[in-house]
């Protein structure tokens, strides 16, 4: 059978459909149609995928899964690179709470980030003793708040006697220091 894949191309696979149930002691037995997918030129590792809608054709159930791979992988990395889902909280419904807004906030240092780069790269900052080949989420949060704390300092102050006027390189120091340790 010829399906939607990957990259928004079309594979040819080899696929075997059935019907069975999931059994776990001490929960209820739930129905479920499996499906194995071999490709007949062995490039991709066969797999077998679960569904719940026993009704729901072979071939749908593997291109629900293809289009939700981008999606798995988006929180398998919010997993292992922003720490989403191991938050400290007392209660699971603060946990159903923060991950959502920490999701959303990545999504906006991300956008905010993309404009303000336009199309150039983000430098990685290094230190002498670690050396990274493409820059962080750390180096991106630090560059979204480099560029907006002067702004938000700078429409604050207003002309008053107790402002203190300080050297523009000392001033981008501090707010490059600032923006690396919050």
């Given at each position: 059978?010829?399906l939607?894949?990957?990259g928004?191309?079309?594979?040819r696979?080899?696929?075997a ?13 739930v129905?479920?149609?499996?499906v ?14 679960l ?10 159930i593997?291109?629900w ?5 981008q999606?798995?992988?988006?929180f398998?990395?919010a997993?292992a690179?922003l720490?989403?889902?191991t ?7 603060a946990i ?22 336009q199309g ?7 230190a ?13 949060l630090a ?9 938000s300092?700078?429409w ?6 107790d ?15 600032l923006?690396?340790?919050?």
């Amino acid at each position: 059978m010829t399906l939607r894949w990957y990259g928004g191309t079309r594979r040819r696979v080899e696929l075997a459909s059935g019907t069975a149930v999931w059994y776990h002691s001490g929960k209820r037995v739930v129905p479920i149609r499996w499906v194995l997918i071999r490709d007949p030129l062995a490039e991709v590792a066969p797999q077998a995928l679960l569904s719940t809608d026993q009704a729901c054709a072979p071939q749908q159930i593997v291109e629900w899964c293809v289009l939700r791979w981008q999606l798995e992988v988006t929180f398998e990395a919010a997993r292992a690179h922003l720490g989403v889902e191991t938050q400290r909280q007392w209660s699971d419904l603060a946990i159903l709470r923060s991950t959502p807004a920490l999701l959303g906030l990545f999504s906006l240092i991300t956008l905010f980030a993309h404009q303000l780069l336009q199309g150039q790269e983000l430098a990685a900052r290094q230190a002498a003793w670690y050396h990274k080949r493409l820059p962080t989420f750390s180096d991106t949060l630090a560059f979204v708040r480099h560029h907006l704390w002067p702004v938000s300092i700078s429409w604050m102050s207003g002309a008053k006697d107790d402002v203190v006027i300080i050297p523009k390189a000392l001033f981008e120091r501090l707010t490059d220091t600032l923006a690396y340790a919050a």
